[in-house]
């Protein structure tokens, strides 16, 4: 069953259930599902009809359609007031049911030209296509596609402007309408930032029909929604650009509650989710906004095999390019393979964090697995502290045993000064949590007075310094309270193959 239908056969159980809803969500994004028995018998035919608008708004006035530039029409540019030599951003949409923009169009033209001022920002309208059912929507997405490029060709031919000025931000559906206009363009456009590509028909396909890296010299996709569940997913999962950054592994995006959402059904009803779904969806057009409004804050992203494995704090490393910046400043790194990046982030602007990688060793003279304690962590830096930090764990702890973590800050901590480092027994009546009684009578010995720790080694992210902490106080490295770690000599042990070091002793 192709995808759309599924949203379709999802949608028609909903429509049964809430119809009287439809007002209320008409304007999100997953309110579509909720909105689909009309598209059914209203088909519209556009196979030769032209639909794309192309708006050139102001900085005074982002969000009003004052001057359209129409193509075949040279005098419309200099009506608009277009500048050849300047950079030119080609908005595009995504899939609307409403007809009307969203209000994050308005918002993503300021924050273009705050940061561009003599910059062109046009708005390309294909409301009238998009207005669609979704399967409908998504197809025309191609016709669309050749219409920009068309745009594309006229508008470089009449003014000359170098292609490598021109910025494609394209939003869902709106992302393949950008990956086929500049497949479609004579000549190669300079950039296309793909923000969660729609999924739903594209997920899969061949380069041809989707947005993909040969679409124009760069192309960097921001994944916010890549979750499959109800077998869809809203934004695609596969990377499709040069360098895809999947922030919060793509899914559960802070802020959201989506996922209290989807637990919370029965008591908020289903506004509780179609909110939650647009504000993930969303959530990449205004990661781009904040990257734009917030230069000296832009977030960081780093290369990762998954997100299990960044999640662990495996990977991050700036080495050989593997991290970027996130957003508008990312670095044009072009590999012949696609590139995944993963960062985490706040739950609103400025939405950067800093990423920490803990290395901490459990030491124990009686072998202990199994266990799940909660681990807490402090940090004091220069500038400030961030405290009660919980540790994910993304499997059980054992004794004698390396572990990884991964840890964030919202805030800039500065220089890494001391950490504090908290134990504590979950307290659940599970089977292990029985044993774990059971042989901790038996020894006269709770799990974490037989656990300890010496050091903790850390790896900054965002500053890529590399340190290790050691107890403060050896004779209470015990768990059993919470233990302090200072600054200390030790070399960061590294695993690095090309260490010339690696066969002295102590280096084990
Ligand atoms: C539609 O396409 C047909 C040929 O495919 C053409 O003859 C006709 O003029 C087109 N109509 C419009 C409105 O462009
Ligand atoms: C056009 O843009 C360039 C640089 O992008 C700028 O120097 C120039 O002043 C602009 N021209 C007008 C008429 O605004
Ligand atoms: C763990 O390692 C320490 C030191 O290397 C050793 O003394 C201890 O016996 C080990 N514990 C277990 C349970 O093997
Ligand atoms: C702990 O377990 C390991 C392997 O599971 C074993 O080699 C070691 O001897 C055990 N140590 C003690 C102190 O029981």
Redesign the pocket.
């Known amino acids: 069953m192709k995808a759309w239908r599924v949203v379709l056969l999802f949608s028609l159980v909903l429509n049964a259930a809430v119809t009287s809803l439809e007002e209320e969500v008409s304007n999100s994004i997953s309110g579509n599902l909720l909105h689909p028995l009309r598209d059914l018998f209203d088909y519209k035919d556009d196979k030769n009809q032209s639909f794309a608008k192309f708006s050139l708004r102001k900085p005074s006035q982002p969000e009003d359609d004052l001057c359209y530039i129409v193509p075949g029409q040279p005098e419309s540019l200099a009506a608009c ?1 277009f ?1 050849s ?3 030119t951003f080609l908005v595009i949409h995504g899939w609307t049911v409403s007809g009307l923009f969203e209000s994050w169009v308005a918002k993503l033209v300021s924050a273009l030209y705050e940061r561009e001022q ?2 062109n920002v046009i708005v390309v309208d294909w409301l009238y296509s998009a207005q669609n059912h979704y399967g409908v929507a998504a197809q025309n997405t191609k016709a669309v596609g050749q219409e920009v490029a068309h745009f594309i060709d006229w508008i470089e031919e009449t003014t000359n402007m170098a292609l490598e000025n021109l910025h494609l931000i394209g939003y869902s559906l709106g992302a393949h309408v950008a990956g086929f206009a500049g497949s479609h363009a004579t000549n190669k456009v300079g950039r296309i930032t793909g923000l969660d590509p729609a999924g739903p028909d594209f997920e899969g396909e061949h380069a041809h029909g989707r947005l993909s890296p040969d679409d124009a010299y760069f192309v960097d996709v921001l994944h916010t929604f890549t979750r499959g569940t109800l077998g869809f997913s809203i934004g695609i999962q596969q990377p499709v650009g040069h360098v895809d950054i999947y922030p919060n592994g793509g899914s559960f995006q802070p802020g959201c509650n989506l996922r209290g959402a989807l637990e919370k059904i029965a008591q908020f009803g289903i506004l509780a989710i179609t909110d939650a779904v647009k504000c993930e969806h969303e959530r990449s057009v205004h990661l781009f906004i904040d990257s734009l409004l917030n230069e000296q804050e832009a977030g960081k992203a780093y290369r990762c095999s998954n997100s299990n494995t960044f999640n662990r704090g495996l990977c991050l490393s700036c080495h050989k390019s593997r991290c970027n910046t996130v957003g508008y400043d990312i670095s044009k790194v072009r590999r012949p393979r696609n590139v995944q990046m993963f960062t985490n982030t706040r739950a609103s602007m400025p939405f950067r964090v800093y990423h920490y990688q803990l290395k901490i060793h459990f030491l124990g003279n009686i072998n202990r697995s199994e266990m799940e304690p909660s681990l807490t962590v402090s940090l004091f830096g220069t500038k400030a502290e961030a405290e009660n930090l919980e540790l994910k764990l993304e499997e059980k702890i054992s004794t004698n045993k390396t572990y990884s973590f991964l840890l964030v800050t919202e805030k800039d901590i500065g220089d890494l000064l001391m950490v504090k480092f908290k134990w504590e027994e979950t307290n659940g009546w599970s089977a292990s949590s029985m044993m774990k009684m059971v042989s901790s009578l038996w020894s006269g010995d709770s799990d974490s007075a037989s656990v300890k720790v010496d050091k903790i080694r850390i790896r900054v992210g965002e500053t890529q310094q590399k340190m290790v902490l050691c107890v403060k106080n050896p004779e209470t490295r015990d768990l059993t309270q919470e233990v302090t770690f200072v600054k200390c000599k030790d070399a960061w042990r590294t695993n690095s193959k090309r260490s010339p070091r690696r066969i002295t002793l102590g280096n084990h």
Request: glycine fraction near 0%; charge should be positive; avoid cysteine.
């Open positions: 007031t500048n030599t300047s950079k003599t910059a």
